[in-house]
């Protein structure tokens, strides 16, 4: 696996890659990699001919300081790991190769619509807009044919297809299946902080989705997700929110609709705050 810490030295070497004629696959991360990014370097590598992942733990998508500089950073294990996946070339830049203009500068809003305010978008100011600005300055770089993302972040992948329009990037997005741990619970790099009495809870998030999900026609969506919020407070969660929307764009839903839905969840236990979503 070859390494680049330098954007032009990448752009190059993908540039005669392309000349070449060979598909390049991208998996964007944060590194602290599970099995869920590795999952998307495998399919990557089953649909491209060069696979590029980036670890960067991009400052202006943490609107919490905290979580921010308590974001695990593991970066030996990933390399092994990267490698171990079949990943062709991983890019790990510094902050100031990515953001030479400085982290604070003021970068052009994208117009991302309702979508970045509702849900996660409400909860976490300006996250979305970080999350564009990273993902537009590595699509410059890498310039994709393909582009692989996990559904664990159900909100983020609509943000990015509405990139991808924005900006006319012509790539295809792939959107993967969450990947869970035996008893159900999400794979996030988050996971990683928390306590063994914590990670025991945190099981709950999947299970209150579940059983919501089972029941989405039988209750009422006001009773259900009443349901599912008790259920989290009663194991010690402060729920963000539990609903229930259309899973083309992200609008709540008060009951069900004949076109796919998806359930989604974000909730804290300690400082660790925990998302999962489950289509219906
Ligand atoms: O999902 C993530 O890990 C990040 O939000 C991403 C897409 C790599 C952008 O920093």
Not at 83 to 99: C, I, K, N, Q
């Amino acid at each position: 696996m070859y390494l680049f810490k330098q954007r032009a030295a990448l752009r190059d070497f993908l540039e005669q890659e392309k000349k070449a004629g060979k598909r390049v696959g991208f998996v964007p991360t944060m590194g602290a990699l599970h099995e869920g990014h590795l999952s998307l370097v495998r399919d990557a590598k089953e649909q491209t001919d060069l696979v590029v992942c980036s670890i960067f733990v991009n400052p202006t998508q943490f609107n919490d300081p905290k979580d921010f500089e308590k974001y695990p950073v593991t970066i030996n294990e990933d390399i092994q790991k990267l490698t171990g996946a079949g990943a062709d070339v991983l890019f790990l830049p510094a902050v100031t190769e990515m953001y030479p203009e400085g982290v604070n500068a003021q970068h052009p809003a994208y117009d991302f619509g309702y979508l970045e305010t509702a849900l996660e978008g409400a909860h976490r100011p300006n996250h979305f807009q970080g999350v564009g600005i990273i993902v537009h300055k590595l699509l410059d770089i890498v310039s994709p044919t393909d582009l692989f993302m996990g559904q664990k972040d159900f909100q983020q992948c609509m943000i990015i297809k509405r990139l991808l329009e924005i900006t006319g990037i012509p790539c295809v997005l792939h959107i993967r299946p969450t990947l869970r741990e035996a008893d159900g619970l999400a794979m996030s790099s988050r996971n990683m902080r928390l306590s063994a009495e914590e990670r025991k809870t945190a099981v709950q998030v999947s299970r209150s989705l579940k059983t919501l999900v089972r029941n989405i026609r039988l209750q009422p969506f006001g009773e259900l997700k009443e349901t599912a919020r008790n259920e989290l407070k009663n194991a010690g969660f402060l729920v963000d929110y539990i609903e229930i929307a259309d899973a083309g764009n992200l609008q709540l839903l008060s009951g069900p609709i004949p076109g796919p839905m998806v359930a989604l969840a974000a909730a804290k236990l300690g400082e660790i705050r925990l998302i999962d979503n489950m289509l219906v």
